[in-house]
């Protein structure tokens, strides 16, 4: 065997061994970044509940929290706004004003405020059209929304327009209500988002479409 033959018998053999080494450095490397990925991390980017203090939005705001990779409103709504969302005028503007669709929300807020407790609103904050962010707009009578808007939620994407329940305008882009997620009052200031309540202590006494006081 020739000297340069030899010399590159070694060459192949030294890539081939640092090929293999470079790889299990790889796989090495990549342990640390698995691990360093806490069990409550991940869990929250599986859907895990997030609990939100209530008490702490003040009347006609709202927050905005990340459950399940999606952003969820949560509406602190005035006696003024509770009372606009039974209003006739809003009412026939609507398309599933009793919340029909059984998909956007569970039976607990299939009510007139789609809600356990009127003042609260826990909506996914995602258009029905194509999952835009819709921009919240509680005041009343804007001049870019006409003055019979009696606050809700715009999507400046197609013109889809929600009303403070999350209910679908008629003649919009949008097919159906803003989702209701799962939730439920852990105590009267928590609310837990991706959780449904216990037993007996959903909303109760509210047809679909008309007024009444929720949880008992
Ligand atoms: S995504 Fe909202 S109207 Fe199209």
């Not at 606009?84 to 059984?102: F, M, N, P, Q």
């Not at 959903?202 to 479409?209: C, H, L, M, R, T």
Request: charged share 25%; net charge positive.
């Amino acid at each position: 065997m020739h000297h340069g033959e030899v010399d590159l018998k070694r060459r192949t053999l030294l890539a081939a061994t640092t090929a293999v080494l470079g790889g299990a450095g790889l796989v090495a490397a990549s342990i640390p970044f698995i691990r360093s990925m806490s069990p409550s991390a991940r869990t929250r980017a599986a859907g895990a509940p997030v609990q939100v203090d209530v008490s702490k939005i003040r009347a006609g705001m709202q927050i905005t929290v990340e459950w399940r990779r999606k952003p969820v409103w949560v509406l602190h709504r005035t006696p003024d706004m509770l009372e606009r969302l039974t209003g006739k005028d809003l009412l026939r503007h609507l398309a599933d004003r009793a919340s029909e669709v059984d998909s956007q929300q569970p039976s607990y807020a299939r009510n007139a405020y789609r809600s356990i407790e009127p003042e609260h609103l826990v909506v996914i904050a995602l258009c029905t059209h194509l999952k835009c962010v819709p921009r919240f707009r509680p005041e009343v009578g804007p001049p870019d929304l006409g003055r019979d808007w009696p606050g809700g939620y715009f999507c400046p994407c197609h013109g889809s327009k929600f009303d403070l329940a999350g209910r679908v305008y008629k003649n919009v882009p949008a097919p159906t209500n803003l989702v209701i997620p799962p939730h439920r009052y852990v105590d009267d200031k928590v609310v837990e988002i991706g959780v449904d309540p216990v037993a007996g202590d959903e909303a109760k006494g509210v047809e679909p479409g008309g007024a009444g006081s929720h949880r008992g």
